[in-house]
Structures are given as C-alpha cells and as structure tokens.
C-alpha cells in the first residue's frame, strides 16, 4: 500500500531534519503522480518564486529527495558515503529485540557510518521492512495512547536521538 | 494579528496532547470564523461520524477547548484547579531568564498547579504575552537553524517535559 504524501508531511519533516543536522530526507513512494508531486513542491521553494519569499524554506527543503524504494534511497545514500548504509525502523509497537533510544543515540555518535532512519505514515512500516532493518527503534510510549502523526515521531525521535541533552 | 488555525495544527497537537496525558488542549483565536471551524472539527471527530470511523481521534479531540483570549482560557483553568494557573511562554529565540526544560520539568512534577504551556503560530506569541507570562522557556537549539513548525514544537516540548527519560 502506499499512502499520500502531504505538503505538511514534506515541510515539517525537512524542517527538523535541518534543525538536527541530518544530510538529507528521502520521501520514498511508487507512485509517479506522488513523485512528480514532492518534485515540483521542492523546485518551487528551492529553486522558484518561493527560494525568494521565504529563504529558511529552501535551506529545509534543499534537504529532500524523492525514491521510489528503500532499497533504491539506501543504495544511493552508501553510494556517496562509500560504505554500506545502517537501515533503522521505527513504529509505534514493541518489537522483538528493540534498540533503546539510548543505545541508537550512542551509534549515531560514529560519524564515519551513515544511518537510514525510516518512518512510515498511514498504517507504519511493513513488518518486512522490519525485519529488513539492521535496528528496529524502541517506540514512544505515551500514557497509554500511542498515535502520534508521523510528523510529531520525527520530531520527538530526532530530539531524542540529536538534540541537546539537558 | 491572528494566524489561522489548520486542521493539521488541532489534530498533531490533540494527539501529543493525549500521548503526554495532559488534560486539555486550547484553540486560541478571535476571529469568530475560526471558533466556529475548530466547533465543528471537534464536533465532527468526538459525537459525529468521525467518531466511529476513528475512535483515536475521538480520545485526542476530546481534549480541545476553544477560546477566544489566553486569558479568558487560563481564567477557566484556575477556576477548574480553584488555584491560579502558571503561565509558560515557548519561542524559538533566547529571552533573558529562561527557564531551563530541566527546572521546568521539576515544576510539573507538582501536581497540585496548573500549569499552561504557550504556543504561537505564525510570527510567534507577541512579547506582551511573554512579558505576561510566569515563565518563558528555553529555545529548542538547533543546529544554527531554528524553524521548527509549531507541531513540531510541541511534540519535542512535551516530549522534553513529560516524556519518559532513558
């Protein structure tokens, strides 16, 4: 299944990647009509009238790149790092063998190995991308209610893992 | 000046609002239109047919409240408590004495006092209300980039505030 990207998805996702320093944010979707879609959303502010109106827009978005499949984004990522990308899901349910955020906090401290933190919208990650995954992310335990939008995980789990600690 | 109020904005923050156990979420704006949109949103999703298609949203959007001032909004806090509410400016900027996420999250941990977080959207929240204000929180720090959405404030505020530390 493939889910619909939304113009909030792609602006506050690449604004907190710029906040926390990551080298790029990858939407992934088959589907060319979405494609074409983030495409020309990001020609728009990057390199359109919107680079002019709004310039912290085109420092976020610069950030974004647009992947048919995982296996595609995870290949180019290795390809320009020279050395194999860590893919690491994340979700909203425990998962056998979860890495703490912790513990992923620490790995991400080696700067000589690219990581792939990926997120899924609509229904999550499939359990095949999982098990694909070299880390499966802990979740974000709530009070009891785990349904955060995509774009407010991102936001906590990039604090989590790359913010400063107080 | 008011900024309007997307649905974007009440459902992320509903939902953080639920995940972090807080007991209400406040709309503040003037303009009589918005009032009634953010009505009829929360009308839709908690007695409306949205809450049989998605129970979840139910639980989040139970917890918004509307109100045309902060004051007007933070009058209905302390009378609930029958205690004054404190105050707590965000910002994406410095603001001389600040208080840290760490003293503040000591603050809450009394749970005798209201307390009530502010979020501006748009330009931010004017310096009258921070100025107004019992307490004005540190910034997020970014990577010398500090253009987070509003929904994505929240989510790490809360999550700094209220989420569990590991």
């Not at 998805?9 to 907190?16: G, N, Q």
């Not at 020609?43 to 919107?50: I, L």
């Not at 994340?90 to 790995?107: M, V």
Request: with cysteine; glycine share 8%; proline share 3%.
């Amino acid at each position: 299944m493939a889910a619909a990207v939304t113009n909030f998805d792609v602006h506050d996702i690449a604004r907190c990647a710029k906040t926390f320093g990551l080298g790029g944010f990858y939407i992934i979707t088959p589907l060319k009509s979405q494609i074409r879609l983030v495409e020309s959303l990001i020609r728009h502010w990057v390199e359109g009238t919107g680079s002019v109106y709004n310039p912290t827009r085109k420092e976020s978005l610069s950030l974004v790149r647009v992947s048919k499949t995982i296996e595609e984004a995870g290949q180019e990522i290795s390809d320009l790092w020279q050395k194999k990308v860590k893919k690491v899901s994340t979700g909203a349910s425990r998962y056998p063998k979860c890495i703490s955020f912790r513990d992923l906090r620490e790995l991400l401290e080696d700067r000589s190995t690219p990581f792939f933190l990926l997120f899924g919208t609509g229904w999550g990650l499939t359990e095949e991308v999982k098990e694909g995954s070299d880390y499966v992310l802990a979740p974000i335990e709530g009070r009891g209610y785990n349904h955060l939008s995509v774009r407010s995980a991102v936001a906590i789990i990039l604090d989590r893992l790359l913010g400063d600690r107080f």
